[in-house]
């Protein structure tokens, strides 16, 4: 989990042992990872509350946290793969994964901006795309969508009922996203 404040370190109270890292401190973590083995790093955004929009513009800000911290971990480890959680939840202000009409998720729509989403962490140096919003149709969108603006070395890991897991609840603590 990557934060934006100063502290290197901030403590997630709901997963003990984990806490909220800088980007410098994510860097860090990351090299030390690499130096283990580990081949792969998977990073999720703790979103300013003032980002979070009913539409989740932010998603798709080729500047946002997310981005900057694949950018930056790339920069300095580009061996070491990076995966990205493809989900709007961090970004919304009502804290669902998809966009939301007269109270009901939008699929369509929502595919749009998961594909902008996808795009501008291919663009960041993301090697896996990790959609976990539950849309129909969304990895054979995304794939369209890499693969139109030439990302089809990025891979796609969709995620399956992860709502079924007793970290759920923490994980949307974690990312701030707990409605």
Not at 13 to 18: C, D, E, N
């Amino acid at each position: 989990f990557v934060h934006d404040g100063d502290e290197s370190r901030v403590p997630v109270p709901s997963l003990p042992g984990v806490d909220r890292l800088s980007i410098s401190q994510l860097v860090a973590d990351a090299g030390e990872a690499r130096d283990l083995g580990i081949p792969l790093i998977a990073i999720f955004p703790v979103v300013d509350p003032s980002l979070k929009t009913e539409e989740a513009e932010e998603a798709y800000n080729p500047d946002n946290l997310v981005c900057r911290a694949v950018s930056a971990v790339k920069e300095a480890h580009p061996d070491l793969g990076v995966m990205c959680d493809v989900a709007l939840d961090p970004f919304t202000s009502h804290g669902h994964d998809g966009l939301l009409r007269d109270n009901y998720i939008v699929n369509d729509e929502t595919l749009d901006v998961l594909c902008k989403q996808s795009l501008v962490q291919a663009r960041a140096g993301c090697d896996v795309i990790a959609p976990s919003d539950m849309m129909d149709g969304r990895v054979g969108a995304i794939r369209g969508a890499l693969d139109g603006d030439n990302y089809t070395h990025v891979r796609i890991m969709a995620y399956a009922a992860k709502y079924a897991s007793a970290l759920y609840g923490p994980f949307r603590d974690a990312v701030g996203s707990a409605p």
